[in-house]
């Protein structure tokens, strides 16, 4: 019950936020959200004893959504150029035995997190990114749900036994169709205006590629011997474990949107 409930809430406040906000209020939740995730992450790796900056991967990470939302491309990479320089000589002044394995996680991590997030707040600022913000999210709880439940009916064939062993083919299937129809759905019933290839190709890139960032989350976890990445959602974990579907998925909408969404 408490994991429907917190649930619930949130998708509420999800709505909330895409509907009635506005662009910079979207990049601040995003940003604060990709903070909270980096924490997380930056705790996992204690927990495996995976060397890494966790101040600096943080700040950098904030940053870097910062620039990526405000900047232009000399900035994003003076400022890329910079958070790679200060880990690196934080990693040299700190006289880490592990150097690279330091600042490599370091690295990774910010980037892992702070990507998606900052292309989330990108796309949301098109003149129609609400309703692409609300279709990709949307996308991938269909996704997740379908898959789920698909996998527990039907499911026998193991999609990535080592990473995630309750994971199925047939339930990676039937996330990828419950993804499309989901987001077809969505724009048919609440976005007229919003073009039906637009909203196939969230629910294509949920179906196909959220589950990836669900998988690589899942190898983190296993591999640093943690079970949830927090405890700030009851009943769900961390917020990287209700997020990681986006890692991949909204980079890939963004791409997309660049490309053959014009203004």
């Known amino acids: 019950m408490i994991r429907i409930i917190s649930g619930l809430l949130l998708a509420l406040a999800f709505l909330a936020l895409a509907?009635?906000?506005?662009?910079a209020l979207f990049f601040a939740i995003a940003t604060l959200t990709a903070i909270l995730c980096l924490l997380e992450m930056f705790q996992m790796l204690e927990a495996g004893s995976a060397p890494s900056h966790k101040y600096i991967g943080v700040t950098g990470g904030a940053a870097f959504c910062a620039v990526v939302y405000l900047g232009d491309a000399t900035a994003i990479t003076a400022v890329t150029g910079s958070i790679v320089a200060v880990t690196a000589a934080a990693s040299l002044f700190n006289r880490s035995k592990d150097?690279?394995?330091?600042?490599?996680?370091?690295?990774?991590?910010?980037?892992?997190?702070?990507?998606?997030?900052?292309?989330?707040?990108?796309?949301?600022?098109?003149?129609?990114?609400?309703?692409?913000?609300?279709?990709?999210?949307?996308?991938?709880?269909?996704?997740?749900?379908?898959?789920?439940?698909?996998?527990?009916?039907?499911?026998k064939r193991k999609l990535a036994p080592s990473i995630s062993p309750g994971k199925t083919v047939e339930g990676f299937v039937g996330g990828a169709v419950g993804a499309l129809a989901g987001a077809v759905a969505v724009k048919m019933l609440f976005m007229p205006t919003v073009a039906i290839e637009h909203a196939a190709a969230a629910?294509?890139?949920?179906?196909l590629l959220g589950p990836l960032g669900d998988l690589a989350e899942s190898y983190i976890k296993r591999n640093m011997g943690v079970k949830d990445s927090g405890w700030i959602i009851p009943g769900h974990g961390g917020m990287l474990d209700r997020v990681d579907s986006l890692l991949f998925s909204s980079i890939s909408f963004y791409i997309y949107m660049v490309t053959f969404i014009t203004t």
Request: aromatic fraction near 20%.
């Open 203 to 207: 629910g294509i890139i949920a179906g």
């Open 19 to 23: 509907i009635y906000g506005s662009p």
């Open 99 to 155: 150097f690279f394995e330091t600042s490599s996680n370091t690295l990774f991590a910010m980037l892992f997190v702070a990507v998606p997030f900052s292309t989330l707040a990108l796309i949301y600022s098109h003149p129609d990114g609400r309703f692409y913000v609300i279709l990709i999210v949307a996308a991938n709880a269909f996704c997740d749900t379908f898959a789920y439940y698909t996998g527990r009916a039907v499911g």
